[in-house]
């Protein structure tokens, strides 16, 4: 199971970023899939989260509503986050992870983070 996030990087305040999670070796469309963040200093926080292929039901945590856009490619195996408007406070390290629950029990994966950072 690989899941591999990219995309971070330096921007401005204002400006825009794209994260993809490449994912691999298990069946994606029955995960859902979520973007976290851990700021330094701060405890991991939750960001986003698309839910399974069957549903694509999206959820976000209040301070990236209108700004963060989560979608999913079954193609690709891969679940962007669109981020716009950035502001300094979004700087830190984004993580993805797939989770399933069934009625046997659940699985989760964690990918490695990306670093972004807002700074003029």
């Known amino acids: 199971v690989q899941l591999q996030a990219s995309g971070g990087g330096l921007v401005q305040p204002g400006g825009s970023l794209r994260l993809s999670c490449v994912t691999s070796?298990?069946?994606?469309?029955?995960?859902?899939i979520g973007w976290f963040r851990q700021a330094p200093g701060k405890e991991r926080e939750g960001v986003a989260c698309?839910?399974?292929?069957?549903?694509?039901?999206?959820y976000y945590t209040e301070s990236v509503k209108g700004r963060f856009t989560i979608s999913r490619d079954s193609a690709k195996n891969t679940v962007y986050l669109q981020m716009n408007s950035l502001e300094p406070e979004d700087t830190a390290i984004y993580y993805c992870?797939?989770?399933?629950?069934?009625?046997?029990?659940?699985?989760?994966?964690w990918g490695q983070g990306t670093q972004v950072t807002v700074s003029s």
């Open positions: 992870k797939a989770v399933r629950v069934t009625a046997r029990g659940s699985s989760d994966y």
């Open positions: 070796g298990f069946n994606f469309d029955y995960y859902a």
């Open positions: 698309i839910s399974s292929s069957a549903d694509d039901n999206t």
